[in-house]
């Protein structure tokens, strides 16, 4: 079965409030088994746009990645990524060999 992933990029306007974001989403990431594979980190923009923070997500599977972001215990969490940052979210099935 192929696992399901988060990728994001994201802008933080206010560094206070994304920190009350990220103290926040532990208690999703946890019940839904998420494991960074990507947050944050040097990189370069070969095409097309960026933002300043990309992050890559890993979940068991696409349905639980699904199931993690309408969670509420996202939802919490994201309330404070709204007044924090703007953001583009993708939540997409991986490859499976």
Partial sequence: MAKGY?????DVHDAEQYQKYIDS?????TKYGAKFLIRGGQ??????TS???NVVIEFKDYQTAVDCYHSPEYAAAK????????????IIEGYDL
């Fill in 25 to 29: 989403n532990g208690e999703a990431f």
């Fill in 79 to 90: 309330a404070h990524r709204f007044l924090a940052s703007d953001a583009d979210i993708i």
């Fill in 43 to 48: 990189f370069e923009t070969a095409e097309g």
């Fill in 51 to 53: 933002r300043s923070r």
């Fill in 6 to 10: 988060w990728i994001g990029r994201v």
